[in-house]
């Protein structure tokens, strides 16, 4: 039995996580539990609304929440009581498998190194992010956000990372690691990259592959590509606005491939490098949205993926 919570308190429309969690309920079958963390009532009058049996779902009571604009530490502190410091509460005691919300961004991060805290040997825990490939596959893009200051050894360790997860939870036996660069060539890119490329040209532990260009993120060159947090985010809200264009113009494109730059197909992302299964969604998360991201707890809690880091950190 997998055991997953989810804050449905967080986000920018909170029923939406009620409802993704019926679906995902419905399609994950009586193999995984999970459960609300909120507002029992209120969830309990929206299950009934939809036909569905509470028993489907276990509760956590509370009506505290940390707000999406709120600070992430005072409030972590200062509301212990909020959803999300009782779901970290939990993981802490190894009640859950995986933990998720669509709430504080701030504030899960913070909860993650407070409790159940980073993987010993990991400097930073950092967030990915999936980009399609024309091909059908996805590349994992790390960091895109977390950090936006990095040394060279924080970005090699997100490409033991991203290798790892690209592994174990997306099933590439040997994924290729990817430097994001201004140029191909070994000697291109400020002190940070060239020292970098250095020590993931000589590692034994990932398959890296060299530099890559802005231009090369959609040419499925690479399964795992590395970035520092700061220039990771630029590049996924530049995606994330190229497809809101698309949709703005009513462009009708009939290729399926602008669909999935839609924060939707995939739901939510891990942080990688804590002591725990703890994934994150987008605030306008939609049903659509959550039921994936809680899908996608399932197959990284089933995959073990903190102790297979932890055993590549060993």
């Known amino acids: 039995m997998i055991r997953i919570a989810i804050d449905i308190l967080g986000g920018d429309m909170p029923e939406a996580n009620v409802l993704g969690a019926i679906a995902a309920a419905k399609e994950l079958g009586s193999e995984v539990e999970i459960t609300l963390i909120g507002d029992e009532l209120q969830t309990k009058e929206i299950l009934k609304r939809e036909a569905v049996n509470s028993s489907l779902f276990s509760f956590v009571h509370t009506t505290d929440n940390i707000g999406m604009g709120a600070h992430p530490v005072k409030s972590f502190v200062a509301q212990p009581d909020s959803s999300i410091a009782l779901g970290f509460k939990a993981m802490a005691h190894q009640q859950f498998d995986a933990f998720c919300s669509i709430g504080n961004t701030g504030a899960m991060l913070v909860g993650a190194m407070q409790t159940?805290?980073?993987?010993?040997?990991?400097?930073?825990?950092?967030?990915?992010?999936?980009?399609?490939?024309?091909?059908?596959?996805?590349?994992?893009?790390?960091?895109?956000?977390?950090?936006?200051?990095?040394?060279?050894?924080?970005?090699?360790?997100?490409?033991?990372?991203?290798?790892?997860?690209?592994?174990y939870v997306l099933g590439?036996?040997?994924?290729?690691?990817?430097?994001?660069?201004?140029?191909?060539?070994?000697?291109?890119?400020?002190?940070?990259?060239?020292?970098?490329?250095?020590?993931?040209?000589?590692?034994?532990?990932?398959?890296f592959v060299g530099n890559i260009e802005g231009n090369d993120l959609f040419s499925a060159k690479a399964d795992v590509v590395v970035c520092d947090g700061f220039t990771g985010n630029i590049v996924l809200k530049q995606a994330e606005a190229l497809y809101s264009l698309v949709k703005e113009r009513n462009l009708n494109l009939k290729d399926g491939y602008f669909d999935r730059f839609n924060y939707e197909e995939y739901g939510g992302t891990p942080i990688l490098g804590v002591n725990g299964n703890v994934l994150i969604g987008h605030g306008k998360s939609s049903p659509t949205a959550v039921k994936k991201m809680l899908k996608l707890a399932a197959e990284v809690a089933s995959s073990q993926l903190p102790e297979k880091i932890r055993n590549a950190f060993n």
């Open 116 to 167: 159940i805290r980073a993987i010993p040997g990991v400097i930073r825990p950092c967030i990915s992010s999936f980009f399609p490939q024309p091909d059908g596959s996805n590349s994992l893009v790390l960091d895109v956000g977390t950090n936006a200051d990095c040394k060279p050894d924080v970005l090699f360790q997100f490409a033991i990372l991203g290798a790892t997860y690209s592994k």
């Open 172 to 207: 590439i036996e040997s994924p290729r690691v990817a430097l994001l660069n201004i140029g191909e060539e070994e000697e291109k890119g400020n002190l940070m990259t060239k020292a970098a490329y250095q020590l993931m040209k000589d590692s034994e532990q990932i398959n």
